[in-house]
């Protein structure tokens, strides 16, 4: 009856429409009716509550999140303010669940715009585009924190929108944007085991400081993001570090933890004022199928087997099997071949896959057969779910892994560094079936990244001169596909390996440095490969880094009590490989050097990881990354000495003031030709000082030999100050006239002022003409312009010495 008058009042709201939005109100109007109470569509929206709760932190600052006034049809919605920066968050979500229990459709869009800092986007539309890295790393972010919460069993289509209000340019916007969400889904209804709670974390002066300001962060050793779950449990961190030592690293996971609670308090808060009832899981509608009988069976396997049917069958409907008896059925079947796949060293990535795939299509093909009335869609699920369980058991059972490795043990390494001559700087890492080739390329100063003023506002970011760009092509695991850099996964590997090499750059190192990595072959954790690939390299081009940085991943696998609430066993795993990525429950990736943490990255899939764990991981991932250094410094140690032929070079050159226009040129004309002659770059740094890139040393010397032609000059006469000396006229102006003192030297301005005691508006008045002799009176440079300086004025008004003239000619006639 609800849901009748719900149509009514929907088709009345909404006259006109067509069949298709007809069929979008009904799901709308099922969705309103399963979960909400009220059965009109007014009534929905003037029934939502308002509310909100202020959260205080140890620092001071408090955080508000409200509900109820904006985006009231979304599901959920709230707004975080912290300070004067704002973020409107929505969580909508399906009215039926998924069909596929796989994965969980979730989709989180973060969007920055210009307008909540005031300013226009400088692109040619003048509008806001596409997403930006920032947007894209923290929409990854809120997805890594929230997804783990999700109901496996109940799986709806949900997708969290992030919108930027305001920013004030001193609290960034990703925290509020991670709680926003939390808030968002937890109001919604939506089968969700939160809230969570984020904070960031910063170290200034060997103090813990929850959510510094920008200011604060440029001084901070750390940057560290963690959102927590009730009980103290960590569900992700994202960290950037300047060598913060293990014991401070662990400080602060556990300073973030007890900060996040707070947050998860007052949401809860927030839920008991505005929020809607858990909702309940709707009936998926049924296809009309003709029931199987098991005179149908009988012949369908007679069929299959050749046999003919003899004697009479009773005709009676088949009942779908349960889920328990599938799985039993396929694990008399599967178990013993996956068992001896997963505990067989002599297997790598592609035969294993391979191994498993042919055992996988054997078994649901004998299942199909077997249980015809069974849904088709969900044999392959109850293969995976066995083929899990087995891999992890054996873990569990044998503390040995599927390549024959103990649980601490690493792979096989192998480092090799200049791998091509023409490059400034290559390395080629093997670890495993990992494999990374990292190139490095020095370029000018002005060749480094810079942002716009709107993103420099959002993003807190100027420029940087060191970049990382990381590429994963479909070869390096067996498969076709597009090849691109701009996808999540790939700005996210990248990110988090510029963010571990970036503390061992020199902060005044003159060039740009753009470090490529381009991963070859692909068997679990790229991203750290990268990072011990790009240290090779970067010591490879002479790069005079602090110390050495390498990374290794962590993975985990863990057993639950009955009640399926807390880990009764675990084992952690160093140097993951990609199937115990896959099926583990746990990514823990750790970089940094012997002295410190440079960055760290925790994704978990299960509903948060105690801290002992967590503490565990970074004890385990310290000394694998050790372990990792040892083997690296074994092909190379420090960065080289020895200047590469063809290594750029950056000198300094210093322009006297009154050669500056002589140096540049009219209009930068000497500039411009000398970098299409030799393919250096000069830049001015300040006033008289000249950078000059070289791709190479023989460009540079060749561009030095211009240079000191186009300033070399005949050697010019002393001139004394306050001497008179006789000046020829080289050319009048509206301003005044140009002369010089001798021949070859660069002509000098006489304004008006200084010829005449009158006042004059033009030089012609005087009766001057081009090459007419006067005298004048010389007061040497000019302290700013370096400009010579005369006057005729003064020798009109008091006597003078008699001229010098500087003339050859005239002075060997004087002489005689």
């Not at 015809?372 to 891999?391: G, I, Q």
């Not at 850099?485 to 060039?511: C, M, Q, S, T, Y």
């Not at 990595?517 to 990072?531: H, I, P």
């Amino acid at each position: 009856m609800i849901i009748m008058v719900c149509n009514m009042q929907l088709t009345q709201c909404w006259s006109g429409t067509r069949a298709a939005s007809s069929k979008r109100l009904l799901e709308y109007a099922r969705k309103v009716t399963s979960f909400r109470c009220g059965s009109t569509l007014g009534s929905v929206w003037s029934q939502t509550k308002q509310g909100s709760v202020e959260i205080p932190f140890a620092n001071g600052k408090t955080m508000t999140v409200s509900t109820g006034q904006l985006a009231r049809f979304a599901d959920g919605s709230a707004v975080v303010q912290l300070g004067e920066t704002s973020v409107l968050v929505t969580a909508v979500c399906k009215a039926l669940t998924s069909n596929n229990n796989s994965f969980v459709p979730l989709v989180v869009d973060y969007r920055q715009k210009a307008a909540a800092a005031g300013r226009i986007p400088t692109n040619f539309l003048r509008k806001d585009l596409g997403a930006s890295e920032k947007e894209i790393l923290t929409s990854r972010m809120i997805d890594r924190s929230v997804r783990p919460l999700f109901r496996s069993a109940e799986i709806y289509d949900t997708q969290i929108m992030c919108n930027l209000l305001a920013v004030d340019a001193k609290n960034d916007p990703d925290i509020l944007a991670i709680n926003g969400a939390s808030a968002a889904l937890l109001l919604s209804g939506v089968p969700w085991e939160g809230p969570i709670g984020a904070v960031r974390v910063g170290l200034l002066d060997n103090d813990l400081v929850v959510n510094p300001t920008r200011k604060e962060q440029q001084s901070s050793k750390l940057n560290l993001v963690i959102a927590a779950t009730e009980g103290n449990k960590v569900l992700m961190i994202d960290a950037s570090a300047n060598n913060v030592i293990q014991q401070d690293f662990m400080k602060a996971v556990k300073f973030g933890v007890k900060e996040a609670q707070k947050v998860i308090r007052q949401l809860k808060e927030l839920h008991k004022m505005s929020g809607k009832p858990r909702r309940v899981k709707a009936e998926q509608p049924k296809k009309a199928l003709t029931p199987v009988t098991e005179v149908q069976a009988v012949e369908e396997r007679a069929v299959d087997s050749g046999e003919e049917v003899t004697g009479e069958a009773v005709e009676q409907p088949r009942q779908p099997p349960s889920d328990e008896e599938v799985l039993e059925r396929c694990s008399s079947m599967a178990y013993e071949s996956l068992r001896t796949i997963f505990t067989d060293p002599a297997h790598d990535k592609i035969s294993r896959d391979v191994a498993v795939t042919e055992v996988r299509v054997a078994t649901v093909d004998t299942l199909r057969k077997e249980f015809p009335t069974y849904e088709a869609m969900k044999f392959s699920d109850v293969f995976n779910k066995l083929s899990k369980d087995t891999f992890r058991n054996l873990i569990f059972e044998m503390n040995k892994r599927c390549d024959g490795r103990g649980l601490d043990d690493l792979r096989y390494i192998s480092c090799q560094t200049d791998i091509h001559k023409p490059l400034h700087g290559s390395a080629l890492f093997q670890r495993g079936q990992t494999q990374v080739l990292c190139t490095v390329t020095f370029d000018s100063l002005d060749s480094a990244w810079k942002a716009d003023p709107a993103s420099v506002i959002l993003s807190g970011l100027k420029e940087k001169n060191f970049m990382l760009h990381y590429e994963f092509p479909p070869y390096a695991t067996n498969e076709t596909g597009r090849l691109s850099a701009f996808g999540r996964r790939e700005l996210g590997h990248g990110a988090l390996a510029e963010k571990a090499l970036r503390a061992v750059i020199p902060p005044d190192f003159p060039f740009t440095i753009r470090l490529t990595s381009e991963v070859l072959e692909s068997n679990g954790s790229s991203s750290m490969a990268t990072v011990c690939g790009g240290s090779l390299a970067l010591m490879d081009a002479g790069v005079p880094i602090s110390e050495p940085a390498a990374g290794v991943a962590v993975g985990l696998v863990t057993k639950y009590d009955e009640s399926g609430e807390e880990i009764v066993e675990y084992r952690i795993l160093t140097d993951l490989l990609g199937i115990e990525d896959y099926l583990g429950d746990m990514d823990f990736k750790l970089a940094g050097t012997r002295t410190g943490i440079t960055a760290l990255q925790l994704d978990v899939k299960i509903p948060g990881l105690p801290q002992k764990i967590v503490m565990e991981a970074i004890q385990k991932g310290s000394d694998g990354r050790n372990r990792v250094l040892n083997i690296m410094n074994e092909c190379l140690d420090t960065p080289r000495t020895m200047r590469k032929d063809n290594a750029p070079v950056v000198e300094k050159l210093e322009v006297p003031a009154h050669k500056r226009a002589k140096f540049i040129g009219f209009g930068g004309y000497n500039l411009k030709k000398l970098t299409s002659e030799t393919g250096v770059h000069i830049s001015s740094e300040d006033e008289g000082t000249y950078s000059l890139f070289a791709p190479n040393q023989a460009a540079m010397d060749e561009a030095k030999q211009a240079i000191k032609a186009i300033l070399e000059e005949e050697k010019e006469p002393e001139l004394q100050f306050g001497a008179v000396y006789t000046a020829k006229i080289m050319e009048i102006r509206d301003n005044g006239i140009l002369v010089s003192f001798f021949p070859n030297q660069v002509p000098f301005l006489i304004p008006n002022s200084q010829l005449d005691t009158r006042k004059i508006g033009h030089a012609e008045v005087l009766g001057f003409q081009v090459g007419q002799e006067i005298s004048v009176k010389y007061f040497g440079r000019d302290p700013a312009t370096g400009r010579h300086r005369a006057s005729r004025k003064v020798l009109m008004s008091l006597p003078s010495s008699v001229p010098k003239n500087l003339s050859p000619e005239k002075a060997t006639a004087s002489a005689s």
